[in-house]
């Protein structure tokens, strides 16, 4: 069974430059997560989807963020425009069963560097 | 706001070594979970402990959740060169969402 990718695994852009992130979750699962590391912090939650709707956003840093969900699959975090503080790795994970503690699993990440 | 505070940020130590790594907070969690990450990986689950109190044993690896579950501890014992990695603490919210400490880099020298 094929785990949780990410693409792209890098993206350097500039500076008011739009950005959008994909994830695919492992097949079937219901929660979708997105967090975010910034160099040298701690791993942050920016938001939760149960199939495709928004079930807590409220990591999510401002309005230059917006994450989808489509069809309850795969997801994507567009970030427009983007500022240099938003550079760090982007991580989504999966797991099992909606409003159940399952175990996460998590993608490799995208790193993203903002010019 | 629930914080994690993890410590050491940093560790080298010889094969052969015990080593403990620390989580700590003020906030009560549901559950409290140790992750491994690998450079240009994303985290993986090593265990979770629920119950205050709580021990779990993985292989050379001893994993404790507080009785009061704010704080976890992970030990190592003979350390290995294979234990070089990013340990990550996380304590579950209730709201589902995981409390990420900052992680413990770990470098074992043969």
């Known amino acids: 069974e094929a785990g949780v990718t990410q693409f792209p695994s890098h993206s350097v852009i500039e500076k008011g430059q739009t950005v959008t992130l994909r994830c695919d979750p492992i097949?079937?699962?219901?929660?979708l997560y997105w967090y975010r590391r910034v160099m040298g912090k701690e791993i942050k939650f920016l938001l939760h989807f149960v199939k495709e709707s928004k079930q807590d956003e409220s990591g999510m840093p401002n309005n230059r963020f917006l994450a989808e969900r489509t069809g309850g699959t795969y997801s994507t975090l567009k970030v427009q425009p983007a500022e240099l503080e938003d550079s760090g790795v982007y991580f989504c994970a999966s797991s099992p069963k909606a409003f159940s503690t399952d175990t996460q699993y998590f993608g490799p990440g995208t790193r993203l560097t903002v010019l | 706001t629930q914080l994690l505070e993890q410590s050491p940020q940093f560790l080298s130590i010889q094969e052969g070594e015990n080593l403990t790594v620390y989580c700590n907070s003020s906030?009560?969690?549901?559950?409290l979970q140790w992750y491994r990450q690998e450079p240009g990986e994303g985290p993986v689950l090593l265990v979770t402990v629920v119950t205050g109190g709580e021990v779990k044993k993985l292989k050379r690896l001893t994993f404790q959740f507080g009785d009061a579950r704010k704080d976890s501890s992970l030990h190592i014992t003979a350390a290995q060169p294979g234990d070089t990695g990013l340990y990550l603490c996380a304590g579950e919210a209730s709201n589902y969402q995981l409390i990420w400490g900052a992680g413990t880099k770990l470098i074992i020298k043969p």
């Open positions: 906030s009560v969690f549901s559950s």
């Open positions: 097949s079937g699962h219901d929660n």
